[in-house]
């Protein structure tokens, strides 16, 4: 798996008790992880530039045409 198909872009919808590291309508890059999906939870590179765990029902997945789409993950 090449790196970028490693990587969905995501919109955050729901913050509530971590709005420190997300913000609502933000695009955020969400890191394929299997084992955190079956647990209900995204790892998310968030405000600090890691990835953490957060709640899937915080995010929804979205579709970029692809020249946005690579311009958004070469600036993450």
Known sequence: ??????????????????????????????LRDAAAEAHGLLRIVDESGEDYLYPKNFFRAIELPQTVRRAVLSAA
């Open 1 to 30: 798996m090449n790196r970028t198909s490693a990587r969905q872009l995501v919109v955050c919808i729901q913050n509530e008790d971590y709005a420190a590291s997300l913000e609502k309508r933000k695009i955020y890059v969400a």
